[in-house]
C-alpha cells in the first residue's frame, strides 16, 4: 500500500492545472510541436511587452492627471476674467468723471468720485487685476496698443507718449492692452 500512495503523488506533481482547474499531463513526446502552451522565450515576451503596456497606461494616467489639476488651477485663476473684463468700462468712466469735472462741482463730489474709483481698483487687485500704466516706457506690442505717433524731441524713438486708456493683466496675462501714442522723432 504505501508504494501507491508514492506513486499517486509523483502523479499529481506531475499534473498541471489547466485554467478550467480540470488536471492535464503535459506532453512529452518528442519531436512534435506542442501548440497549446508558449515557449519560455514567448512566455518572457508576453511579460515585457505586458510591462510595457503597464507602464505606458500609468504614464498616461499621470499625464492626464497633471493636464486635468493644470486645467482646474487655471480655471480658478482667470474664472473670474470675463466679470473684471465687464468692470473695466465703470473703472474708465469713473477716470473720465474724475478728470472732466466742472468747476461747479462740489469737493465732495470729487472725493466722492475719487473714493468710488480706489473700491473698484481694490476690488479688481483682490483678484490679481493689476493696471498697466506705462509712462516713460518703451513701446511693447504685447503690453500696449499704439493709436497714434507724435513727435517730442524729449523722448527716444519708440517710447510711450501719452496715454488714452491704462491697460490691465490679469495674473501677467494682459486682458485689455493700454491704449497709447507713440514717439517717432
Known amino acids: 500500500m504505501p508504494k501507491e500512495k508514492k506513486a499517486k503523488k509523483t502523479d499529481v ?21 506542442n501548440l497549446g502552451s508558449p515557449t519560455y522565450e514567448e512566455l518572457v515576451d508576453i511579460n515585457e511587452e505586458l ?6 497606461a500609468n504614464a498616461d494616467l499621470d499625464n492626464a492627471l497633471k493636464r486635468t489639476v493644470n486645467e482646474v488651477e487655471k480655471a480658478h485663476k482667470y474664472g473670474v476674467e ?8 465703470v473703472i474708465d468712466n469713473l477716470e473720465h468723471a474724475l478728470n472732466n ?13 475719487e473714493l468710488t474709483l480706489k473700491s473698484f481698483e481694490s476690488a479688481l487687485d483682490k483678484f490679481g487685476m493689476i493696471p498697466i500704466y506705462p509712462v516713460n516706457e518703451e513701446f511693447n506690442p504685447e503690453k500696449h496698443e499704439a493709436v497714434t505717433m507724435e513727435q517730442n524731441k524729449d523722448k527716444d524713438n519708440g517710447s510711450i507718449g ?24
Open 162 to 185: 501719452n496715454v488714452f486708456q491704462r491697460g490691465w493683466e490679469l495674473h501677467s496675462r494682459v486682458v485689455r492692452p493700454a491704449r497709447v501714442t507713440v514717439i517717432k522723432n
Open 51 to 56: 510591462e510595457k503596456s503597464v507602464l505606458r
Open 82 to 89: 470675463k466679470l473684471l473684463v465687464e468692470l473695466l468700462p
Open 101 to 113: 469735472l466742472s468747476k461747479d462741482a462740489t469737493k465732495e463730489d470729487k472725493e466722492g468720485i
Open 13 to 33: 506533481k506531475n499534473d498541471i492545472l489547466s485554467a478550467d482547474g480540470s488536471a492535464f499531463e503535459p506532453d512529452d513526446s518528442e519531436g512534435k510541436e
